[in-house]
């Protein structure tokens, strides 16, 4: 079993930027990749950036250049920054962990980014 715990969101103006943190618990060893999803009212979940054995990024189109996801091994978090936020990135971001067959999720944090 792996325990996730996001933290970091908040309110911002556009153009501002925050940090998210995902403190990861229990089975981490295992941990093959590191994911964060987004979740806006009324829309699917969307994914938003994916780290692979602790270097190897990828990110959606729309984020790439202003987010960064990265992950401190030795205390099992995960971080994603957030620069240049715009309205349209206000959502519930939730932490993913990919370890073996399963997946597992955090309880997401709000970020909510004002015109």
């Known amino acids: 079993q792996v325990q996730l715990v996001e933290s970091g969101g908040g309110l911002v103006q556009a153009g501002g930027s925050l940090r998210l943190s995902c403190a990861a618990s229990g089975r981490t060893a295992s941990i093959s990749a590191f994911a964060w999803y987004r979740q806006a009212p009324g829309k699917q979940r969307e994914w938003v950036a994916i780290i692979r054995g602790g270097s190897t990024t990828n990110y959606v189109a729309s984020v790439k250049g202003r987010f960064t996801i990265s992950r401190d091994n030795a205390k099992n978090t995960v971080f994603l920054q957030m620069n240049s936020l715009k309205p349209e990135d206000t959502a519930v971001y939730l932490c993913?962990?990919?370890?073996?067959?399963?997946?597992?999720w955090g309880q997401g944090t709000q970020v909510t980014v004002s015109s």
């Open positions: 993913n962990a990919v370890e073996s067959f399963n997946d597992y």
